[in-house]
């Protein structure tokens, strides 16, 4: 069993974890799956890399579509790109 806020294993009859030092409700109720934290770091590593994937990805893609062997992945490259970048036009007009 894991601790449901660090998501290190837990004994049965556990009282507080031992890697957070959090109390556990009730001997025993801890779930069943490990709890995957994000960090800071990785964090900012997916807000960097969706900043310049759009600029980048509507580059290729348009370029990719002169091509006709590229032309399919150039399509998704340009739809995944355009998303991104509306979804971040509408984070900073605040929509």
Do not use: N, Q
């Not at 590593?45 to 006709?68: C, H, Q, R, T």
């Amino acid at each position: 069993m894991y601790c449901r806020y660090c998501g290190k294993e837990v004994k049965e009859k556990s009282i507080v974890c031992s890697g957070c030092g959090r109390p556990v409700d009730e001997p025993g109720s801890v779930t069943g799956t490990p709890v995957i934290g994000w960090s800071v770091g990785l964090l900012l590593a997916f807000m960097i890399a969706s900043l310049f994937f759009p600029p980048f990805g509507l580059f290729v893609g348009i370029k990719g579509l002169f091509s006709e062997a590229t032309k399919v992945k150039a399509s998704v490259l340009l739809t995944v790109s355009t998303l991104l970048a509306l979804f971040w036009i509408a984070i900073i007009l605040g929509l």
